[in-house]
C-alpha cells in the first residue's frame, strides 16, 4: 500500500491568513492526487483533483500543487467556512489511501 | 440531480451480515467506477472497495474475502454486501462515484452507519 501523511494534523489561523497542509506519499505517485474537505456530520467534497485542477464550484482560494512525493493545498485567504477537516488521497494504485486528516480552526 | 443515497446500515452483532444499498440519479453507476469508503467514528476515511464499468472488483485488504461490491444496471444501485462482520467494522459507510478521468471522488452519497457489537 501507499502511505499518505499529511502535515499539520491541526492547524489554527486567522480569517484572511495564507494557509498550507503538507501531503507525503510513500512512493511516487506522479499527480494522483485528490484533496477533500469534509466538515462535521457531512460527506467529504472534492477540492482538487489530479494534485493540482479545481473541482468545478469551488473557490479559487484553493489551490493544489506538487508532484511526485509532496503536495501542498494552499488557501489564499483562510474564510470561516473553510473551517474544517482537509484530507489528501492519492489513486496512483487500485487500493487508494487517504492522509489522516488536518483540522483547520479559525481563531 | 446527480445524487447517491445510501441505506441499509444498522446494528449488527459480531459475525453478522449486512447489505448496503445506495442508489444513484442523474447518472448511471454501470457507466462509471463506483467505491465504498468508510469512516470510523472520530477517525479518517477508509477505501474499502471499487467496481470498475467492465465489473472488475477490487478491495481493502481489511475486508478482502469478507465484502462483495456489486451493482444493478436496471435499479441504478450500488451494492455492498457485508459477511463475518467485526467490531473494527464499524463506521459510517459513503458510497462515491470515482471519476474515471480524474481518478478522485467526486460525487459522495450521505453515507449510512454499520454498528457491530453484542
Known amino acids: 500500500d501507499i502511505q499518505m501523511t499529511q502535515s499539520p494534523s491541526t492547524l489554527s489561523a486567522y480569517v484572511g491568513d495564507r494557509v498550507t497542509i503538507t501531503c507525503r506519499a510513500s512512493?511516487?505517485?506522479?499527480?494522483?492526487l485528490a484533496w477533500y474537505q469534509q466538515k462535521p456530520g457531512k460527506a467529504p467534497t472534492l477540492l482538487i483533483y489530479?494534485?493540482?485542477s479545481l473541482q468545478s464550484g469551488v473557490p479559487s482560494r484553493f489551490s493544489g500543487s506538487g508532484s511526485g512525493t509532496e503536495f501542498t493545498l494552499t488557501i489564499s485567504s483562510l474564510q470561516p467556512d473553510d473551517s474544517a477537516t482537509y484530507y489528501c488521497?492519492?489513486?496512483?494504485?487500485?487500493?487508494?489511501?487517504f492522509g489522516q486528516g488536518t483540522k483547520v480552526e479559525i481563531k | 440531480e446527480v445524487q447517491l443515497v445510501a441505506s441499509g446500515g444498522g446494528l449488527v452483532q459480531p459475525g453478522g451480515s449486512l447489505r448496503l444499498s445506495c442508489v444513484a440519479s442523474?447518472?448511471?453507476?454501470?457507466?462509471?467506477?463506483m467505491s465504498w469508503v468508510r469512516q470510523a467514528p472520530g477517525k479518517g476515511l477508509e477505501w474499502v472497495s471499487v467496481?470498475?464499468?467492465?465489473?472488475?472488483?477490487y478491495y481493502a485488504d481489511s475486508v478482502k474475502g469478507r465484502f462483495t461490491i456489486s451493482r444493478d444496471t436496471p435499479k441504478n444501485t450500488l451494492y455492498l454486501q457485508m459477511n463475518t462482520l467485526r467490531a473494527e467494522d464499524t463506521a459510517m459507510y459513503y458510497c462515491?462515484?470515482?471519476?474515471?478521468?480524474?481518478?478522485?471522488?467526486?460525487?459522495w452519497g450521505l453515507g449510512t452507519m454499520v454498528t457491530v457489537s453484542a
Open positions: 462515491a462515484r470515482d471519476h474515471i478521468q480524474w481518478d478522485a471522488f467526486d460525487i
Open positions: 442523474g447518472f448511471n453507476v454501470s457507466r462509471n467506477y
Open positions: 467496481i470498475y464499468s467492465g465489473d472488475s472488483t
Open positions: 512512493q511516487s505517485i506522479s499527480t494522483w
Open positions: 489530479k494534485a493540482s
Open positions: 488521497q492519492q489513486s496512483n494504485i487500485i487500493q487508494r489511501t
